[in-house]
């Protein structure tokens, strides 16, 4: 199955077309009221921890550093993933950020994160829960 999972900053207008729109970062966006933004929710249990936000915005770990972190603390608790992938399974799902850059920030990695575990739970769910059982056949009354 396809998923449309798009990355916006929440200073960009809302489209009609945008589906669930969820603000993943921690901290509240500066100057903006929560009716302006059109939000279907604000969940900060998939942002990064606030530890590694500062980490990486104090510079004292490098991008590539944080991304490997932040992947492990997606890897580390997978049921934070849980409610974004119901989102994404019923259409279009945006996600928002403040960060002016969208593809330094988070939301490209828990993205890829969100894509890897639909796909994994869709394959799980292809395969039969155990083997065909055949006893019927061989009955003879």
Same mark, same amino acid.
């Given at each position: 199955?396809?998923?449309?999972?798009?990355?916006?900053?929440?200073?960009?207008?809302?489209?009609?077309?945008?589906?669930?729109r969820i603000l993943v970062d921690r901290l509240w966006p500066r100057g903006?009221?929560?009716?302006?933004?059109?939000?279907?929710?604000?969940?900060?249990?998939?942002?990064?921890?606030?530890?590694?936000?500062?980490?990486?915005?104090?510079?004292?770990?490098?991008?590539?550093?944080?991304?490997?972190?932040?992947? $492990?603390?997606?890897?580390?608790?997978? $049921?934070?993933?849980?409610?974004?992938?119901? @989102?994404?399974?019923? $259409?279009?799902?945006?996600l928002l950020t403040a960060t002016r850059n969208i593809e330094d920030s988070?939301?490209?990695?828990?993205?890829?994160?969100?894509?890897?575990?639909?796909h994994q739970e869709d394959a799980a769910d292809a395969e039969p829960a155990?083997?065909?059982?055949?006893? @019927?056949?061989?009955?003879?009354?």
């Open positions: 199955m396809s998923y449309e999972i798009v990355l916006k900053r929440v200073y960009a207008p809302a489209d009609s077309d945008d589906g669930a903006k009221r929560r009716e302006s933004l059109a939000l279907t929710e604000w969940y900060r249990d998939a942002s990064p921890s606030p530890a590694l936000r500062r980490q990486y915005h104090q510079g004292t770990i490098s991008p590539a550093v944080f991304a490997a972190r932040y992947r $492990g603390e997606l890897r580390d608790d997978p $049921g934070y993933l849980v409610p974004l992938m119901r @989102h994404a399974r019923r $259409g279009r799902l945006t988070h939301l490209p990695i828990l993205r890829e994160a969100l894509l890897t575990a639909l155990s083997s065909p059982c055949y006893g @019927h056949e061989f009955r003879s009354d």
